[in-house]
């Protein structure tokens, strides 16, 4: 499994945070191709895995392959209100890479006490070396806090209770 890159978006695709593993993947037009896929696919037609020709297009399962080589194979999973999304130009697992980003979001909600956007704004340090530590030139490595833990000595922005129950600051304009 290679992954080219990792990225954490909001529900209309605006990136929070991002990591290029391999530089093979330009960060900008990965991003904005799922966004791209986010609000132009409808909803009943979106699937966790798509690829992306390099015209930028969608490819349906029966089109991949027939427009020669290049693109991207992006495989997201939804957590609350975000998009964890990998991509790669390779021929990679995509069960594992799926694996991964799951157990990714367990490994920042073991350290932040819950996963939202408030809580990776809060903890961009400790994100980037969580995903420096779980992956190494696109290759998983160890996904398991305890082990993290010992590497990654920051400490991390625990989200509080109350936080939880309070409505968005774009509601309050607090």
Known sequence: MVASA?????????AIISRNYRGD?????????????????EDEAKKPVFFVDNNGDVLTA???????????????????NLYLCAVT??????????TFLYRLADVFKDYFGTLEE??????????????DETM?????QSLDSTILRSFIT??????????????P???TNA
């Open 25 to 41: 993947v330009p960060m900008t037009k990965a991003i904005e191709r799922f966004a791209n896929y986010l609000t132009e696919v």
């Open 6 to 14: 990792v990225f954490i978006t909001d529900l209309s695709g605006k």
């Open 89 to 98: 130009r390779r021929n990679s697992n995509i069960a594992l890479i799926l």
């Open 62 to 80: 029966d089109d991949v392959g027939c427009t020669g080589p290049g693109g991207e194979t992006f495989v997201y999973v939804s957590h609350s």
């Open 154 to 167: 920051q400490d991390a922005n625990r989200m509080s209770e109350d936080s939880k129950s309070k409505p």
């Open 118 to 131: 408030e809580s990776i704004r809060d903890n961009f340090v400790v994100i980037y070396e969580l995903l």
């Open 169 to 171: 600051v774009a509601l």
């Open 136 to 140: 190494d030139h696109g290759l998983p």
